[in-house]
């Protein structure tokens, strides 16, 4: 026997890692096939190991839809309730590879409920390929996915009519759903759209183009996406690169990590460092295999600067000549999937790039409606639904239109109470007058007018149920700090219904902005030296947490005047729960509306076993601690 051929293994894994990688996501309707047609590039392309070969055919006879055949979508359905139920749930990635490109799949869920789901695989893709039923033809959903796809600035789309078998090959049924479909990919901005008839069932047009349709002279599917150029040839930033931490080993080096979002880089080139201003130039370029003469998108990188400069986490460095714009308003589309709506005016984390900052949307101009794309009036966005909205954020940050550049126009926003990731966004531009409105100095401060009178400035925030007490514990408070001398201001919220608020009503949205709106006039009052006492039902904590961060430490008080339900119900003086019980008052908070009780508040007031006066003794008590 001779002795095998040697292989240069090293030489064999840099031809196949200098390949190409594609990302692409499958999306379509339910039961379109994109499972069993990622399943057979997967089985045909040899990218599966021989334990995955066996648990597949063992699977196949278990829970297939193929009469004992190797059904290939079970490669893909990897939880227990997709395989039950035959339908993808969950994201499935893959990778695999051929001679000439390496892919990584996102195998996307066809039902509504899980757009969300859909647009997560979307947001890192160059592709997309969209499965349409040629039994079918468009549908709602393939409106929906093709919108998401537009909207996370997805060019390229393989349109494959799938189960072309099913309608026996038929011509004039696959051009009719192209045309279709490529008017539909105009109206959305999509530029290109490959149309590829196949069966992924039996592989016709999937690997190779088959003799079953003779009359298709294009590329099969994988020959597609083996040889589509994704490279953005319009796309000329310059450098930008967000830092993700401050490499600093010893006391002689302090470098800047991070991942190249545009560009490149050399030693010498002059950059800026934002929201800062200011500028340095390049030492070195330094990665863990020594450094680099020039670096560009994709690699990671730390940089050392000719000075030293105030960098930190989720600044961005840029080239000084074309610079990133900054601001801290802007128009943006927005993705809502938290299962809780969305509230104008509610404070949210906003995560760009590598920067973490206060943000809320100050207002839905409209939402659309992704199967016609149409607009429609909204106070609010629920689950998987798109809306276009103004954002507001807490400070300014460096950005770029989503069209121009996914890094720094693309974002997140996360509930600050569960931590969860609740929007996908996409920048759209700046709103303007953002850059126009600067602090105004003045010369008489918060601490002058606090010390011409005398106190210090509070904000006692009482809140609790309708009828619990709340006023009337203010009053006994106001004038008994009155009586002492102390300046004070009451701001009630039926008396602020009278005038500020006077345009609101009870839905949540309308009670968001009441709070938001009262928050800021008590903040102003104490600015002005006051003892302000805010008596509001304020029902969301999430409101009375954006309260007291527009106050210094120790400043705001929260007074949780707890009355249980039944109590405040059976006192009723001004009957409103009788007329909810009734149905004739909507959104009552406690019948129909919730009430999120405070769960550290400063003050806790049980009107249950003290009197008003002697809750009243205590709020002053503890005030004057």
Request: with cysteine; charged share 25%; aromatic share 8%.
């Amino acid at each position: 026997m001779g002795r095998p051929p040697d292989i240069d293994v090293a030489a064999y894994l840099r031809r196949h890692e200098s390949r190409d990688l594609l990302r692409f996501i499958a999306c379509g309707s339910v039961d379109d096939g994109k499972s069993t047609l990622i399943g057979r590039l997967l089985y045909e392309t040899r990218a599966l190991f021989e334990d995955q070969l066996a648990a597949l055919e063992a699977d196949s006879r278990r829970h297939g839809t193929q009469d004992g055949e190797i059904d290939y979508a079970l490669l893909l359905d990897g939880l227990s309730a997709e395989r039950e139920q035959g339908i993808t749930i969950d994201v499935a990635y893959r990778y695999f590879g051929t001679e000439r490109r390496r892919f990584v799949v996102a195998d996307c869920p066809g039902h509504e409920q899980y757009t969300r789901n859909m647009a997560t695989g979307a947001s890192n893709a160059d592709l997309a390929v969209v499965l349409v039923d040629a039994r079918k033809g468009l549908l709602p959903q393939t409106r929906r996915h093709s919108y998401i796809v537009s909207l996370l600035g997805i060019r390229h789309v393989l349109l494959a009519v799938n189960k072309m078998d099913l309608v026996g090959y038929d011509r004039a049924a696959f051009e009719a759903i192209a045309e279709g479909y490529r008017a539909l990919a105009a109206q959305l901005g999509v530029p290109q759209v490959q149309a590829v008839p196949l069966s992924a069932l039996r592989g016709d047009n999937l690997l190779r183009r088959s003799p079953a349709m003779p009359w298709y002279r294009g590329p099969s599917v994988l020959e597609h996406l083996e040889t589509v150029g994704i490279a953005r040839a319009d796309r000329d930033l310059g450098f930008r690169m967000p830092v993700q931490w401050v490499n600093r080993p010893n006391q002689d080096f302090r470098g800047f990590a991070g991942t190249v979002a545009a560009g490149e880089v050399r030693p010498g080139d002059e950059i800026v460092a934002l929201p800062s201003g200011r500028r340095s130039r390049v030492a070195r370029v330094v990665t863990a295999d020594g450094d680099l003469a020039v670096a560009g998108e994709g690699q990671a990188i730390t940089l050392t600067l000719a000075d030293e400069l105030d960098i930190s986490r989720g600044d961005v460095i840029a080239d000084a000549r074309r610079p990133p714009q900054v601001a801290d308003q802007f128009a943006a589309h927005l993705l809502w999937m938290g299962e809780q709506a969305l509230l104008p005016g509610r404070p949210y984390w906003l995560k760009i790039g590598t920067r973490t900052v206060g943000a809320s949307v100050t207002e839905i101009k409209h939402k659309i409606d992704v199967n016609t794309q149409e607009p429609l009036p909204a106070k609010r966005l629920a689950l998987n639904e798109v809306g276009y909205c103004n954002l507001y954020l807490d400070q300014p940050v460096p950005f770029e239109a989503y069209a121009d550049d996914r890094t720094l126009g693309g974002f997140i926003l996360i509930d600050r109470q569960s931590n969860a990731t609740v929007a996908a966004g996409t920048l759209d531009f700046a709103l303007r007058r953002a850059g126009n409105i600067h602090w105004q100095h003045l010369d008489v401060d918060k601490a002058a007018r606090a010390r011409i009178k005398g106190q210090q400035p509070r904000c006692l925030w009482f809140t609790g149920l309708s009828g619990s007490g709340k006023s009337t514990i203010a009053n006994l408070v106001e004038k008994r700090l009155h009586a002492m001398g102390y300046h004070t201001f009451i701001l009630d919220g039926d008396n602020v219904r009278h005038g500020l608020n006077k345009d609101l009503g009870f839905t949540a949205e309308d009670r968001v902005e009441n709070i938001r709106r009262v928050a800021e006039v008590a903040r102003l009052m104490t600015d002005a030296g006051l003892i302000v006492l805010v008596s509001f039902i304020s029902p969301f904590r999430a409101e009375r947490r954006m309260a007291r961060e527009l106050f210094a430490d120790g400043e705001f008080l929260e007074v949780f005047v707890d009355t249980p339900l039944e109590v405040a119900e059976r006192r009723d003086v001004k009957g409103l729960y009788a007329k909810a019980r009734a149905g004739q008052l909507r959104n009552f908070t406690g019948i129909d509306s919730p009430y999120e009780a405070p769960e550290a508040p400063e003050l806790r007031l049980d009107t249950v076993a003290e009197s008003a006066e002697a809750l009243a003794q205590k709020v002053i008590d503890h005030l004057l601690d």
